[in-house]
Every structure is written in structure tokens, then in C-alpha cells.
Nanobody, 127 residues
Framework: QVQLVESGGGSVQAGGSLRLSCAAS????????MGWFRQAPGKEREGVAA???????NYAKSVKSRFTISKDNAKITLYLHMNSLSPEDTAMYYC?????????????????????WGRGTQVTVSS
């Protein structure tokens, strides 16, 4: 079992930046792929960014070049650095953990590929 706790959400104006953190409960997290997802009211949960145990990354097209996923294995913490935020980025953001992808495959951005989820942190971007 991996417990995940997100933090760092808040309210920001368009064009601003935020850094989300996700603290894991166990060092076994270092063997998982990790992902950030978001869900806006009335919309399905969507993958934003993912990173595998070796540091390989994958991003949704809508956030590529604006968001950066990273992790600190010593602190067993996952991060999402978000720049140039727009109102369309407003959502509840969740981190998740799942089994690493097969060698040669990018970490998935699909919710079904993840087994453990945090409770989320709200990000609100005003225009």
C-alpha cells in the first residue's frame, strides 16, 4: 500500500505559477511510476504528467512546455511545477502511483494504469 498526500494548491492569476507536491508514505514508491491527474467540475479525470522509476516522463499536449514533473527519491516526494497557468487549468489535482511501464514504454496518462490515489489539491486560476 502506498499513501499519497498532495499539497501546494491554491488560487493564482492567469500567467502565474504553482508547485504541487505529493508526499508518499513508503520508499517503495521509488519503484512505481507516478502521475498527476486533474478533474474539473463536470469533466472526466485526465492525465497531466507522469514519470517512471527511471525518470522517463510523459505529458499531456495541453501542458507540455508549461508543466514539469519531477521527483525527489530521498524525500519520496513527487512535484508538479506549473507555469503560465490559465483558467483552463482550474481543477482538482491528484497524484497517483502505479506499476512501472514495460521497458521502452512511456509512463501512461490513463487512470486505469494507476492503483493508488491521493485525495487531491485544488488549483484555481482566475483571469
Amino acid at each position: 500500500q502506498v499513501q499519497l498526500v498532495e499539497s501546494g494548491g491554491g488560487s493564482v492569476q492567469a500567467g502565474g505559477s504553482l508547485r504541487l507536491s505529493c508526499a508518499a508514505s513508503t520508499y517503495t514508491y521509488n519503484r512505481y511510476k507516478m502521475g498527476w491527474f486533474r478533474q474539473a467540475p463536470g469533466k472526466e479525470r485526465e492525465g497531466v504528467a507522469a514519470i517512471d522509476s527511471g525518470g522517463g516522463t510523459n505529458y499531456a499536449k495541453s501542458v507540455k512546455s508549461r508543466f514539469t514533473i519531477s521527483k525527489d527519491n530521498a524525500k519520496i516526494t513527487l512535484y508538479l511545477h506549473m507555469n503560465s497557468l490559465s483558467p483552463e487549468d482550474t481543477a482538482m489535482y491528484y497524484c497517483a502511483a502505479g506499476s512501472d511501464p514495460p521497458r521502452g514504454y512511456a509512463p501512461a496518462l490513463d487512470t486505469y494504469a494507476y492503483d493508488y490515489w491521493g485525495r487531491g489539491t485544488q488549483v484555481t486560476v482566475s483571469s
